[in-house]
């Protein structure tokens, strides 16, 4: 899958690239708008990638052609101060890990590539953060920054808020360190990530309703909104168990609450000082915690029932309480749970983009008909389907290699 691009670079630079570097897009399970309030999530990345064939540069320079002739080249000198381009820019997520390195290692040396990827955008399949993960780990490894891949993928999280978007840690995280054959559980502050065996006979049917979540645009702010939010939420509820003695002190964040009392305390915590708005989202996140903490286990397991009536619940939860669901999103899931699936939710933030419905081998063909035929055909959308319905193969994290 290389070839086209080292085509591409011959003619953009005449010369052979030297190495590639490539990073997965990723579907998440269970756990959303978990991770910026430092509770988990359960993702696996997927067999679709962004992908960088180059030639490391002596000096500081960074120019990255895009093969979608769409997006003009990206092109700036390394710094810790790196002028961003408009909002929304590709460049911008090429620069993002460039700033972030030199802010923290000093690097100095830039490279010249060719970039694609198969992740869809705007999908909620973390396109954004494959590509800062693929740019990232490229000059790493060309400055010898000595970090292990969970450390990078950290420092990838930090970096991609360059963007605007103030996400939380997921996407770099499983992106930079999954295992192939594996979903796996992150926790955050301090990110630890375990990986955990899918089930040979499970199936992940990732569906697009064609609607994109452009984080660049009003789903950024949305999105932000909702983070914002969380933390009302969190400072009210917190204050309210201080003052019923049950905590002594502020807690550091969600987490350190949800240790320290029961679920049920926090929410009829909530339910007596937080407005009708702010309860739904606290709601969510309480809720969508004690279900991520459940599937890893069902997982474990292979509980496959269990774990497709925990997706149910999580996008009731994310429609009602959280509300990030969309028409098409809810009508996507209906199809699949219509066809047989066994569980089916929306992925990643919300407002268009993707679902994902758990089958077994047996159902799959059932499921992906009955999205067609309710879903993609009445739309006009069926062709090129591949590109909108696939099946989810975990696979391996972000690599670097000579060529
Ligand atoms: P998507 O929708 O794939 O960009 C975003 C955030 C995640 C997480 C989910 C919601 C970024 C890069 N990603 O994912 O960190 O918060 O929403 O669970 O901001």
Redesign the pocket.
Known sequence: MIEPLVEVFRERYGAEPTHASRAPGRV?LI??????NGLP?LPMALQREARIVLVPRDDGRVRLANTNAEFEEAEFEIGVRIEPGPTGHWGNYVKAPAQELARRFAIFRGFDGVFSSDVPVAS???S??ALVNAVGLALAAINEVGLEALELGDLMADA?RYTG?R?????QAISMAARAGHAARIDFHPLRLRHVPVPPDWRFVVADTGIR?E?SGPAQAA?NRRRAECEEAFRHVSAELIRLGRLSKPPKGYQAMLRSVADDEALEAGERVLEAGLLKRFRHVVTENARVVEAQDLLFQADHTGFGMLMDASHGSLRTDYNVSSAELDELVAFAKEGGASGARLT??GFG?CIVALSSTGTVDDILEAMVAGYYEPRKLSDRIDQRLFLAVPSEGATYRPL
């Open positions: 998440n756990g959303e708008h978990t991770d910026y999530v909620g399949l973390s954004s953060s991609e978007t996400g939380g840690g997921m996407d979540a984080k999105y990643g933030a983009g």
